[in-house]
């Protein structure tokens, strides 16, 4: 959730967007699409749903934004649009596995396995599914902290804000998510 604007630019922007300044728009969603999809991933844990669910998520904000009155709350009031998005799409997605009768794998793409050896593109995408599978397994509570954390490099203060936690309450979930995850890849690594 760090910022690069300050927060009279972000206030300017938000106002142009409401305004219907395409251009302030466009940057307003440079700047917080990232973040957005790192709040998408830490409800849902699955990156094949994220480009759907940021979409979802930015077309309530073109429709919603005249509703925001305090341009300095935009942070706070867009984490709220992406995490109940991102709840609402994973929950669809799950009825609809469920009516299907079917598991889909996850799968991602990296430009940078296409520019590499073989080997090694299969190294690296064991670890990478390896680490996605047992950042998908923690429960939720412990996911979207850790995913906004360590994915996106948010500041303790500012995941308990946006979460509405205290600081005592973020700490102790990152902690109980790193533990969670070393174990759970220690025992994927002596099992096999």
């Known amino acids: 959730m760090t910022a690069t604007l300050d927060a009279d630019v972000l206030?300017?922007?938000?106002?142009?967007?409401?305004?219907?300044?395409?251009?302030?728009?466009?940057?307003?969603?440079?700047?917080?699409?990232?973040?957005?999809?790192?709040?998408?991933?830490?409800?849902?844990?699955?990156?094949?749903?994220?480009?759907?669910?940021?979409?979802?998520?930015?077309?309530?904000?073109?429709?919603?934004?005249?509703?925001?009155?305090?341009?300095?709350?935009?942070?706070?009031?867009?984490?709220?649009?992406?995490?109940?998005?991102?709840?609402?799409?994973?929950?669809?997605?799950?009825?609809?596995?469920?009516?299907?009768?079917?598991?889909?794998?996850?799968?991602?793409?990296?430009?940078?396995?296409?520019?590499s050896d073989p080997a090694g593109r299969v190294s690296r995408n064991e670890l990478y599914e390896t680490l996605l599978q047992a950042i998908q397994g923690l429960p939720m509570i412990y996911r979207e902290p850790f995913a906004l954390r360590h994915l996106e490099g948010w500041s303790y203060a500012e995941i308990g804000e946006v979460l509405q936690m205290p600081l005592e309450t973020v700490e102790t979930r990152l902690v109980r998510a790193r533990r969670l995850l070393r174990e759970g890849l220690t025992n994927r690594m002596e099992d096999e």
């Not at 940057?27 to 979409?55: K, N």
């Not at 979802?56 to 709220?80: A, F, G, I």
């Open 11 to 115: 206030q300017q922007l938000v106002t142009g967007a409401q305004r219907g300044d395409r251009v302030a728009a466009d940057a307003l969603i440079r700047e917080h699409d990232g973040w957005v999809r790192s709040i998408i991933y830490g409800v849902v844990g699955r990156p094949d749903l994220i480009d759907d669910i940021a979409q979802q998520v930015w077309t309530q904000v073109w429709t919603r934004l005249s509703s925001l009155k305090d341009p300095k709350r935009l942070r706070p009031w867009l984490y709220t649009i992406a995490r109940n998005a991102a709840i609402d799409g994973g929950m669809a997605h799950r009825r609809a596995r469920l009516r299907n009768g079917r598991l889909e794998p996850v799968a991602e793409t990296r430009a940078d396995d296409r520019a």
